[in-house]
Structure formats: C-alpha cells, structure tokens
C-alpha cells in the first residue's frame, strides 16, 4: 500500500459523510441552504483530523488490539501522522473562513474538544463519552450557527442536537466494550435500549411524521441485537461501525419527522457512497 493510501486509511473516510451530514442537517433545521456547503466541508476535515489524531495518540495500545492500523504496521511514521493530522485542521478552519466568523469560531471550539477528547478525555469511559457526545453535538450546532441562529435563539435546533449527543454518548460507552473479555450481556443489553430509544426522542413533540423518528432504531436494532446474544468484542465493535453509520438516518429524521422528505431523502442517501467505499477502505 502507498504512504498516501496509508494516510487516507487513518481519516475513516466512508465515515466522514456522516459529520457532513450533521452540519448539513443542523443549518437545514434553521433554514440554511447553499451556504451551508462550507460549513459541512469543515465538518469533514475536523471529522478526518479527529480520527488520524486518536490513530497518532493510540498508537502504542493499538500495536495489542489493531496491529493492522497504519501507525503500528508501520505504513505511516508517527511524524508523517501527526503532519497530516495537522494538515486536516488546516483545511477545517479554512474551510470555516470561507462561511463567517460565528463558523470560525464554533469551529475553533470543536478543535479544541478534539484535542481534549483525544489527549485527556478518552482516558475514561465517562468523561470520554461525554466528549465525543459534546463534539458531535456541536458539529450538528455548527451548521446551524452557520447559518446565522446563535444558541441563544428560539429557533436553535437543541432537540436534534441534545438527540444525537445522547446517542453518541451511549454509542461511545459502547465502544469501551472493546477491551473487556467478560463476555456479560447485562452492559450492553442496557446500553442497547439506549440505542434503541433514544432516535425515538424525536417522535415526542407533535411534528406531522413522527413515526420516521423510528428510521434509525430500526437501523441499529439487528446490530444490537447480536451483539446481546454473543457479546464478543468483535461484534461489539461492528455495533460501533455500524452504529456510527445510523447517524446518517438519525439526522435524516430531524428533517423526516417535519415531512422535508425531499432532504431527509439526500441525507440518508449518503449511506450509499459511506456504503460502497467501505470495502475498497477495507482493502487500503
């Protein structure tokens, strides 16, 4: 595999739709349009830096659980890591310039939970959770403050984004499960109802298509399902992959559940491109 092939593995990139999706969603919910496209290209670039980030700072643990990532299979040095990592939140901020200075500015706040997340926070299950459940919160709040509705007004989006930080914060604690090898199913079976329930959230208040609230439970629900019945870490962490593709229908339901069919349609079509780039990422 090339050093560039290497380097384009540590970004997740058949992921990355799924961050464009939230500061798309976030400035649509607002009634943002075109402008919004800069803001979602900053989402990708802070979503690709933040994973090639926690591949520079795991690169030690993974050398036991994921020998074959880039860092410690040796493909890609820790220098040349760091450097693109760097050159990702380059192209984020400036990315954030191209939209105003409310989308720099909340730009540079989810840079610095990034870095704190990966530094300090995913030390612990707990306080990890909750920094990726604020950075993908905030990256959803992004796209609204983008598009000119600050947190302060009636119109901001916190449902959706109180939604979808919840559910990170459940799929994250689930991603802890990697390393325990006691094989109960008592954790993830509670923290498969979480899963589960919490996209139904949106369904609560009186909107016109409440039912399309279900689209991203029923989109985890197999992958939780089988992981309860074997809980091996394997299949605990396909939930994780797949759970973090369910972020695609989730927000595709903040605009379903209002009847904006036409896009909540392009929001969930993202998972075909996410879908058909998994196996060629797969090979790299």
């Not at 979602?40 to 030690?60: H, I, K, P, R, T």
């Not at 604020?134 to 916190?158: C, D, I, K």
């Not at 930080?165 to 689930?174: D, E, P, S």
């Not at 019945?229 to 299949?235: G, K, V």
Request: glycine share 8%; with cysteine.
């Amino acid at each position: 595999m090339s050093t560039a092939g290497a380097l384009f593995k540590l970004t997740r990139f058949p992921l990355v739709f799924t961050a464009a999706a939230d500061s798309a969603v976030g400035a649509a919910l607002v009634g943002g349009s075109l402008p919004w496209i800069p803001v979602a290209v900053c989402s990708s670039f802070l979503y690709a830096a933040g994973m090639a980030m926690n591949d520079v700072v795991d690169a030690d643990r993974d050398r036991t659980l994921h020998p074959e990532r880039p860092i410690p299979s040796g493909r890609v040095s820790p220098q040349a890591a760091r450097l693109f990592t760097l050159v990702l939140f380059v192209l984020a901020m400036s990315a954030a310039r191209v939209a105003d200075t409310n989308t720099m500015i909340g730009a540079t706040v989810l840079v610095a939970l990034i870095v704190s997340y990966n530094r300090y926070l995913k030390r612990w299950a707990i306080p990890g959770s909750l920094g990726m459940a604020a950075m993908r919160g905030g990256n959803l709040a992004l796209g609204a403050v983008s598009a000119g509705v600050l947190p302060g007004s009636e119109q901001f989006p916190w449902v959706p984004v109180t939604i979808l930080a919840c559910y990170v914060f459940i799929l994250t604690l689930w991603s802890t499960r990697e390393e325990m090898r006691d094989g109960g199913r008592g954790l993830p079976a509670l923290l498969g109802i979480g899963l589960v329930a919490i996209p139904l959230a949106g369904a609560v208040p009186p909107l016109p298509a409440r039912w399309a609230a279900a689209a991203a439970s029923l989109w985890i629900l197999p992958w939780v399902l089988r992981s309860i019945l074997r809980p091996e870490p394997a299949r605990l962490m396909q939930t994780v992959r797949w759970g973090v593709l369910g972020i695609l229908p989730l927000d595709a339901s903040f605009l379903a559940v209002e009847a904006r069919w036409l896009e909540a349609g392009a929001v969930a079509g993202l998972l075909v491109p996410a879908l058909l780039l998994l196996p060629l990422f797969r090979r790299l």
